[in-house]
């Protein structure tokens, strides 16, 4: 097996590092791939049936995604497009490093919200806003010091809410034996029934406004920087990546991340090298937990302090769902949760411009769900593609005719 | 005639000849075994012969015809059946559910189960294989599963079975039964191929035996002609001392102790029952007994998994009340695991990230909360050298390792953790005799050095040589303690069954 082939070289231009194996393993970055362009063609089929030019409808969405610049248009579609990337890959992380410790957290969706109603409210609460107020007006034109002040707070609590809602769940499952999907899919609703039914329309709203407006608006110290005028584009993406190289360091350069990983591979049943080696099996899991609500409840913070300002009484559902089909797309590693983090967001910025063409958004929705469903059929990837290879390699070295025992 | 010719058969894998040219016949109604070390080639072998991989060269024949075999479908058409080391059952079906399942009897479009347990105790009682049909197979005993196992592939109207290590899973009394029942599938004309690394085994029950080294055909020997001693020489290519040699040393302070030890089972049955005992330092005291009466029980309570129901336990004087796993082991006691899967070794983890688990939080391997994965490579590299852990690089995963290496894994691992008490609980389990030798003479080096050992096993050769004291375990109680030069197999055996027990004391 020549070390200098192909995939290899586009392995490292990806430079994803699998600290567990000797070899990378080429195919975690050809099997999403080949599922993308999969669910491209069988997208485009179900448009061409649909009685709609699937060329055309290609050419808006990525037209208008943020990944092609040109135009006039663009500098707010590529703004739009990490807008909307980085709150994805926040929850992406998060699942993403809770698969890698073996278990399921689907529950980034209500770490999510746990995280954005907490900063909505240390980011207008008085005691907080007019400390930081006075402060903004005293430092004139150091104004920034505030801002970045009151951010940040906003942002650790925020986090540390929305990692408290996770590790609750960890807990329930490490004593109470309570199945890790079960339990936070549960703290979903709860959190998310709490928020709207409750704190939104009624102790958080303001009471001059009626109950559709939604919470108090956070005050401009609390307000995330913009960093690219006129577009809202703000340092959500900075902080992401920071998030993103932050997940990865914990899980390849720390001993947390090690014994994270252990557990995560040993996660079948009645399996218990890390135990019997003296590993807290249990308090890792609950810290690992807490660690990736504090990812999921990051995204949240954007939401509020990068795009609403306040939470509003309108808010869908969603990121933490999208979340879980970017760990999935992005293979639970964190480069790849930053790049499928960053299909997505391009995938639903580009999907209003498809309405031109009388092509319904929910088109962009189709295909991400493909691509997912794709990725679910990995196995099967995986396996034509090692059939694949192992022809093409027994055609160009006919004599060692080899196959991989899978 | 021949039921089964393999000619000339070669496998390669990437980077490793696993079959080299392989050739050998088997005549109808014969038991042939194939032995060899671990990663001699011998699972690769049966892999190819029933369909699962596809030989780089060669050819097989069955019943005189070549026979293609692209698949296990294919091998059973041709009437072969494999008997796997994991059996293939669902342990909530009954017995007939299971022997039935993948080709059922129906009624229009239903699920006819009157007539599958019908069919079953009709060919149980053809065969003279005695099961219950309407048992659930998952409260059966492991020997009876076998049993079920067996009778799936016969019922598939196989006439060449291959076992596949099967008496791996079983205890010395299950292994008697089954024999027994290969003899009775022989007598009824079938043909057995037996896989196994045990030699003794092998010369209970094989008409002839091929020995397999590093993918080839050592030679092919009758039974009648041979003895363990030249299967074994044939089989590592050298001399083996199967004696272990006596090592003297001086006994030291009591490492661990305990007494009147009462310990519940997952089930909440109390399985082991007022134990007391003490392991000195220079001392290797021996637990023989049967598999089930105790043991697991007793090692889990003693690295921390379950806490006892009653009775205490020091570790170099210090009490181990609620004390954890990893407490118990920077207070210096190690643990080798029989089962390396499991407990042993986290397998998708290289030899790397494996050599330092347990010890990862000390100094040098990390600081702080960073690991040091290049001082973990430098140490994995000298442990893999001492003990010679083949491959032999360190990036490779734990899981592509052969047992045997694994093993020196673990004991390169356990070894190296600053300890005085050392569990070794069924250290030898799986091994084949060049890395079971290996083992021994880390224990004798650990006892001679002044540590304290506990060797807890199943295979009475390994008691008998290498302990300074026996205690024998029998339904949770220590029913006996003697010394190697004072008892027998034979008497340790009878003890071990129960025989002779004060039936008073084991109620």
């Known amino acids: 097996m020549s070390e200098n082939s192909g995939t290899n070289k586009f392995l490292r231009i990806f430079g994803i590092d699998n600290q567990g194996r000797k070899r990378r393993d080429p195919l975690n970055v050809w099997v999403p791939l080949i599922s993308i362009g999969l669910a491209l063609v069988v997208g485009m089929i179900v448009i061409a049936v649909s009685g709609r030019n699937p060329f055309r409808a290609y050419a808006l969405l990525f037209g208008d995604s943020g990944l092609i610049p040109g135009g006039s248009a663009w500098p ?90 996770a590790a609750f769940a960890g807990f329930l499952y490490v004593k109470r034996g309570v199945n890790i999907v079960i339990g936070t899919i549960m703290l979903n609703w709860i959190a998310w029934f709490l928020i709207t039914n409750w704190l939104v329309t009624g102790p958080m709203t303001p009471p001059t406004q009626t109950f559709t407006s939604g919470t108090y608006y956070v005050a401009d ?37 090690y014994e994270i990983r252990a557990i995560g591979h040993t996660a ?72 499928a983090g960053l299909f997505i967001g391009a995938l639903r910025t580009g999907a209003t411009s498809m309405q ?50 899978a | 005639m021949k039921a089964l010719e393999v000619h000339n058969i070669s496998k390669m894998f990437p980077g490793n000849l696993a079959n080299d040219n392989i050739s050998f016949s088997v ?39 070549k026979a293609r075999i692209r698949s296990a479908e294919d091998a059973i058409q041709l009437h072969m059946g494999m008997v796997h080391q994991e059996f293939m059952l669902i342990p909530r079906f009954t017995v007939a559910q299971n022997i039935v399942v993948g080709d059922e009897p129906r009624k229009g479009i239903f699920f006819d189960y009157t007539r599958a347990v019908r069919e079953v105790k009709e060919l149980s009682d053809k065969v003279a294989l005695t099961v219950d049909a309407t048992a659930i197979t998952g409260d059966l005993p492991v020997g009876v599963q076998q049993r079920v196992e067996i009778l799936k592939v016969l019922r598939r109207g196989a006439e060449i079975l291959i076992f596949d290590e099967p008496t791996a899973v079983l205890t010395p009394e299950e292994t008697q039964e089954l024999f027994v029942t290969m003899r009775k599938l022989q007598s009824q004309g079938k043909t057995i191929l037996f896989i196994s690394h045990k030699l003794k085994e092998v010369m209970d029950i094989a008409d002839r035996i091929a020995v397999l080294r590093r993918g080839k055909v050592q030679g092919i020997v009758n039974k009648k002609d041979t003895n363990e001693e030249e299967l074994a020489r044939m089989m590592v290519g050298r001399n083996v001392v199967l004696e272990i040699p006596k090592v003297e040393a001086s006994v030291g302070p009591v490492a661990f102790s305990c007494h009147d030890l009462r310990v519940k089972n997952a089930r909440g049955m109390e399985t082991v029952r007022d134990i007391s005992f003490d392991v000195r330092g220079g001392e290797i005291v021996g637990i023989a007994g049967v598999q089930g009466n105790g043991q697991d029980e007793l090692v889990n309570a003693m690295i921390g998994f379950t806490r006892p129901t009653s009775g205490s336990m020091e570790l170099n004087g210090k009490s181990m009340r609620l004390v954890t796993t990893a407490e118990l082991r920077r207070q210096g006691m190690s643990y080798i695991t029989e089962d390396r899967a499991r407990r042993g070794l986290v397998m998708p983890y290289t030899v790397r990230d494996n050599s330092v688990m347990g010890q990862h939080l000390n100094a040098p391997f990390s600081r702080g909360l960073r690991m040091n994965y290049d001082k973990i490579a430098e140490f994995a590299e000298g442990k893999v050298r001492e003990y010679d852990i083949r491959p032999g690089d360190v990036l490779d995963t734990a899981g592509s390792l052969s047992g045997g290496n694994q093993q020196k894994l673990i004991l390169a691992r356990e070894l190296s953790l600053p300890h005085n008490f050392l569990i070794a609980s069924q250290p030898t389990r799986g091994l084949d005799v060049g890395a079971t030798e290996f083992v021994y003479r880390k224990l004798l080096e650990e006892k001679k050095s002044g540590k304290a050992i506990l060797l807890i096993s199943l295979e009475l050769s390994e008691i008998l040589g290498l302990s300074d004291r026996i205690l024998v375990m029998f339904e949770g109680h220590i029913v006996g303690e003697t010394t190697p030069d004072k008892t027998t197999e034979e008497a340790l055996g009878l003890l071990m069954l129960g025989v002779g027990v004060d039936r008073k004391v084991v109620s």
């Open chain 1, 221 to 257: 110290t609390a307000k995330l920087f913009r960093i690219m005028m006129p577009t809202r584009l703000n340092t959500s993406i900075i902080l992401v990546l920071l998030a993103a190289y932050a997940t990865w360091f914990l899980l390849y350069k720390t001993t947390i991340g």
């Open chain 2, 27 to 65: 005549e109808k109604g014969e038991i042939f075994a194939i032995v060899g070390e671990n990663g001699a080639g011998k699972s690769t072998l049966m892999n190819i012969i029933y369909g699962i991989y596809t030989p780089t060269a060669g050819e097989i024949y069955v019943n005189e015809q």
């Open chain 1, 268 to 339: 079948n049943i009645g399996m218990e090298a890390p135990k019997a080696q003296g590993i807290n099996v249990n308090r890792r899991i609950v810290q690992m937990m807490f660690f990736s609500g504090c990812l999921a409840a990051l995204g949240g913070c954007f939401f509020i302090l990068g795009m609403q300002y306040q939470f509003p009484n309108t808010a869908t559902m969603g990121y933490g769902w999208t979340g879980i089909g970017v760990a999935l797309i992005g293979q639970s590693e964190p480069i790849g949760v930053v790049l």
């Open chain 1, 76 to 165: 707010r579609e590529f703004a739009e497009l990490l807008i909307k990337s980085a709150m994805y890959i926040a929850t992406g992380l998060a699942v993403a490093l809770a698969f890698k410790g073996g278990l399921f957290n689907i529950g980034a969706e209500g770490q999510f919200w746990v995280g954005a109603i907490v900063a909505t409210f240390f980011g207008y609460w008085s005691p907080v806003a007019g400390a930081f107020g006075t402060m903004a007006t005293a430092l004139g034109s150091m104004a920034w010091i505030a801002q970045l002040l009151h951010g940040a707070i906003c942002i650790i609590l925020g986090m540390f809410a929305g990692g408290a809602w």
């Open chain 1, 356 to 405: 031109v063409a009388n092509i319904p958004k929910t088109f962009s929705n189709i295909i991400e769900g493909l691509a997912v469903g794709f990725i679910a059929l990995q196995v099967a990837v995986r396996y034509y593609l090692v059939k694949y290879l192992q022809r093409r390699r027994a055609h160009a070295d006919p004599p060692a005719e080899q196959e991989a025992a």
